[in-house]
C-alpha cells in the first residue's frame, strides 16, 4: 500500500529558531498533500492543504507567515516552522491522498513531535 | 460544511468482549467515510473506508463497520477485542467534490484484561 514517510519523529530546537518537518510519498505520486497539528489527548486540526506548484491554502487561524508549507514536487512537502516559540510545540502530522484497489484515500505520515525548549 | 461527532471519549471494554464505537455525521452533500487508529506518538493507520456500495464495510484487525445514511451514522465494531487494540480511534468525513478530511475528537478505547 501507499506509504508516507515523515522526518524528523521528534525535534527539539529553541526558541526563535526554525524548523523544517519533510513528508515524502515514497511509492506514489502526491498532488495533494495536508498538514494538521495534534495537542495532547485531542483530535487532528487541519492546519493547511498544499497542491503541487501552487500556494498552500491555509485554515483559518493558521499563520501563513510562521507555518510555511512547500510543495515543490509530486512527492515531497515541507512544514517549516519559523521562530518557533514554545507555543509551537506540538505533534504535526501530515498525510497524502492516494488511490488503492478501493478507491480513493488519505495516507498519513507518522508525525513529528516538536518541542520547542 | 461537514462536521463529525464521535458520541464516546472514552470506552473501557474487558478483553475479548463485544465494543462498538460511535461515528455521526453531518453534510448536505454525499460524503466518504474512514476509521483510523493510532497509537501512542504514532501517525494514523487506516482501518477502513465507505466510498460507495455495500453499506457494511470490512476492514482490518476483524473491525468493521456500517454505513446507515437515514441516520447518518458510521458506528465501528469488532465481535472480541484484545488488549493490543487499546488505542485512539478516529472517525473522518470527506465531502464529495472536497479535498479536506475533517476527524471527529477520538474515542480511546481501552481493554481491560
Known amino acids: 500500500g501507499a506509504v508516507v514517510s515523515q522526518h524528523p519523529s521528534w525535534v527539539i530546537c529553541k526558541s526563535g529558531t526554525s524548523v523544517k518537518i519533510e513528508c515524502r510519498s515514497l511509492?506514489?505520486?502526491?498532488?495533494?498533500m495536508f498538514w494538521y497539528r495534534q495537542f495532547p489527548k485531542q483530535s487532528l486540526m487541519l492546519m493547511a492543504t498544499?497542491?503541487?506548484?501552487?500556494?498552500?491554502?491555509?485554515e483559518q487561524g493558521v499563520e501563513k507567515d510562521k507555518f510555511l508549507i512547500n510543495h515543490a514536487s509530486l512527492t515531497l512537502s515541507t512544514l517549516t516552522v519559523t521562530s518557533a516559540h514554545p507555543e509551537d510545540s506540538s505533534f504535526y502530522i501530515c498525510?497524502?491522498?492516494?488511490?488503492?484497489?478501493?478507491?480513493?484515500?488519505?495516507?498519513f505520515g507518522s508525525g513529528t513531535r516538536l518541542t520547542v525548549v | 460544511a461537514q462536521s463529525v461527532t464521535q458520541l464516546d471519549s472514552q470506552v473501557p471494554v474487558f478483553e475479548e468482549a463485544p465494543v462498538e464505537l460511535r461515528c455521526n455525521y453531518s453534510?448536505?452533500?454525499?460524503?466518504?467515510l474512514f476509521w483510523y487508529v493510532q497509537y501512542p506518538n504514532q501517525g494514523l493507520q487506516l482501518l477502513l473506508k465507505?466510498?460507495?456500495?455495500?453499506?457494511l464495510v470490512k476492514g482490518i484487525n476483524g473491525f468493521e463497520a456500517e454505513f446507515n445514511k437515514s441516520q447518518t451514522s458510521f458506528h465501528l465494531r469488532k465481535p472480541s477485542v484484545h488488549i493490543s487494540d487499546t488505542a485512539e480511534y478516529f472517525c473522518?468525513?470527506?465531502?464529495?467534490?472536497?479535498?479536506?478530511?475533517?476527524f471527529g475528537q477520538g474515542t480511546r478505547l481501552t481493554i481491560n484484561p
Open positions: 498525510s497524502a491522498r492516494d488511490w488503492d484497489r478501493a478507491g480513493y484515500g488519505y495516507t
Open positions: 511509492d506514489f505520486q502526491a498532488t495533494t
Open positions: 498544499s497542491n503541487e506548484g501552487s500556494k498552500a491554502t491555509y
Open positions: 453534510s448536505s452533500v454525499s460524503v466518504y
Open positions: 465507505y466510498l460507495s456500495g455495500s453499506t
Open positions: 473522518a468525513v470527506s465531502e464529495q467534490g472536497a479535498q479536506k478530511l475533517v
